[in-house]
T-cell receptor, first 114, second 110 residues
Framework: KAGVTQTPRYLIKTRGQQVTLSCSPI?????VSWYQQTPGQGLQFLFE???????NKGNFPGRFSGRQFSNSRSEMNVSTLELGDSALYLC?????????????FGEGSWLTVV | QKEVEQNSGPLSVPEGAIASLNCTYS??????FFWYRQYSGKSPELIMS????GDKEDGRFTAQLNKASQYVSLLIRDSQPSDSATYLC??????????FGRGTSLIVHP
């Protein structure tokens, strides 16, 4: 069974631009969660989608948004990029809501904002 | 605020020794506990999950859970240099999303 797939793996953006990251969960998994990981803050939860509905949201500004499609694939968008948005963005999928299921991470998308 | 605490390390052990990684959590309602390993520049990969008090063994890895004391630990027997990584503890339960510790850096030296 294929794992969680994230695209693109690496990208460089300029301050003020926007970026869209994509995630395909493990087949059969209906929940997708997004995390931001930086050396200083560790793993921080962004949001979770289950059956196309946002189930939970972390403490991030409104510039960070996401959505989930009917096939469980998910995208996250960051608008008006700031230097501090440089991070590893991780997508994780689980069969059901992450509160009661094991989550599996994708390889991540490395975002550098210059 | 649910908290998961880990010693950041680094924890340095010689090859062949037992590495002991610890994690404490604040929420007594926590039900599920996970250990992830993250190599530098890579994403976290699941090593083990544990749900009940006691020990759970998987190869060289043993997870230990003590809900009364609110701690979970990971033992790595016969440590190898390839075990050198950051180990993340994650806790979840009830209706809250997984909360991750900041991770413990493990260095296994030959």
């Amino acid at each position: 069974k294929a794992g969680v797939t994230q695209t693109p793996r690496y990208l460089i953006k300029t301050r003020g631009q926007q970026v869209t990251l994509s995630c395909s969960p493990i087949s059969g998994h209906r929940s997708v969660s997004w995390y931001q990981q930086t050396p200083g803050q560790g793993l921080q939860f962004l949001f979770e989608y289950f059956s196309e509905t946002q189930r939970n949201k972390g403490n991030f500004p409104g510039r960070f948004s996401g959505r989930q499609f009917s096939n469980s694939r998910s995208e996250m968008n960051v608008s008006t990029l700031e230097l501090g948005d440089s991070a590893l963005y991780l997508c994780a999928s689980s069969e059901g809501p992450s509160s009661g299921n094991t989550i599996y991470f994708g390889e991540g998308s490395w975002l550098t904002v210059v | 605020q649910k908290e998961v605490e880990q010693n950041s390390g680094p924890l340095s052990v010689p090859e062949g020794a037992i590495a002991s990684l610890n994690c404490t959590y604040s929420d007594r309602g926590s039900q599920s506990f996970f250990w992830y390993r993250q190599y530098s520049g890579k994403s976290p990969e699941l090593i083990m999950s544990i749900y009940s008090n006691g020990d759970k063994e998987d190869g060289r890895f043993t997870a230990q859970l003590n809900k009364a004391s609110q701690y979970v630990s990971l033992l790595i027997r016969d440590s190898q240099p390839s075990d050198s990584a950051t180990y993340l503890c994650a806790v979840t339960g009830g209706s809250y999303i997984p909360t991750f510790g900041r991770g413990t850096s493990l260095i296994v030296h030959p």
